[in-house]
């Protein structure tokens, strides 16, 4: 599935952490969020154990401070959004809860950029060929995704992956809606090749910017810039052609998600209901919780 589908469709569950089988996998797995969150930048970084400690310590503040003060938004959010999923649906409706997503990861972002600046800083070059080496995997994992090797086969696991996060919310989707969704799908300006370029440009960007930090351990208000930068590229890239792509992709999926919304049934709408109110208690609880995971250094 393409990144602003998943925007798309992730907006009407307030927060990609949600596309989880069910309120328990919800729960748990936020609370391992930490150590989740620890890995991932150790996978990138390959962590020193002075880095492995600041990383820790920041994500548990910075996971304390969302939990408390995100967590419930992201509720209200959810509330709002049952009221809205019993009826039809407008693409500009489907689209401004794709901006109230993007404004609050926006936020989540922000709040870590500090702390995310102090690593950057640290880095040796052993850790940004380490960098550059894991965003070469992450190319080959995304050919493997999303270029297969024909059309064909390059929608059909599109559609595989949409159906699978739409079910998520709406229960079974039927034998004509996966056909509907598969023609809408079909027809979508999607193209993959372009993402991948635009993800390598990124990445080259990122890995220069990274080089540039070498040496300047005091530098954090220019790491906190460039980190910046790096959110408003992601947002919007720099590059108008691709800018232009970006905008009329995100405008043809909010009407796909939106006449595939309208297209569902009383009892699918009755189940995308009930799942997102299991969402919504689950992250007042969640709210209430003191956090349950503790971060570990060792890898795994």
Not at 49 to 55: G, I, K, L, R
Not at 128 to 147: C, I, K
Request: charge should be positive.
């Amino acid at each position: 599935m393409s990144l602003p589908i998943r925007c798309c469709l992730r907006a009407w569950i307030i927060a990609a952490a949600l596309l989880l089988g069910g309120c328990s996998a919800l729960r748990l797995a936020y609370n391992q969020g930490p150590a989740l969150a620890y890995w991932w930048l150790d996978g990138y970084f390959d962590l020193d154990a002075a880095q492995a400690t600041e990383a820790q310590q920041a994500l548990g503040e910075w996971f304390a401070w969302h939990r408390t003060t995100q967590l419930p938004d992201y509720a209200a959010l959810l509330a709002q959004a049952r009221q809205q999923i019993v009826r039809d649906l407008s693409a500009a409706e489907v689209c401004a809860w794709s901006d109230a997503l993007r404004r609050r990861l926006e936020r989540g972002y922000e709040h870590g950029v500090p702390s995310l600046a102090r690593l950057l800083v640290s880095l040796t070059p052993q850790q940004v060929n380490h960098v550059e080496q894991r965003y070469r995997r992450t190319d080959d994992e995304f050919r493997a995704d999303h270029l297969q090797a024909t059309p064909d086969e390059r929608l059909a696991a599109l559609t595989e992956r949409t159906v699978s996060r739409a079910e998520r919310v709406y229960g079974r989707l039927d034998a004509a809606q996966r056909r509907a969704l598969e023609r809408d799908l079909a027809a979508s300006p999607f193209d993959a090749r372009g993402w991948l370029a635009e993800r390598q440009a990124r990445q080259r960007k990122i890995v220069a910017g990274l080089r540039a930090l070498q040496g300047r351990p005091g530098d954090i208000a220019r790491a906190e810039a460039a980190l910046r930068l790096f959110a408003v590229h992601a947002a919007q890239s720099p590059r108008p052609a691709y800018r232009r792509y970006q905008e009329q992709l995100l405008a043809y999926n909010c009407a796909l998600v939106a006449r595939l919304h309208n297209g569902t049934s009383a009892e699918q709408r009755r189940h995308a209901v009930a799942r997102l109110q299991g969402w919504e208690d689950d992250l007042r609880a969640l709210a209430a919780q003191q956090p349950m995971e503790t971060v570990r250094s060792e890898r795994p």
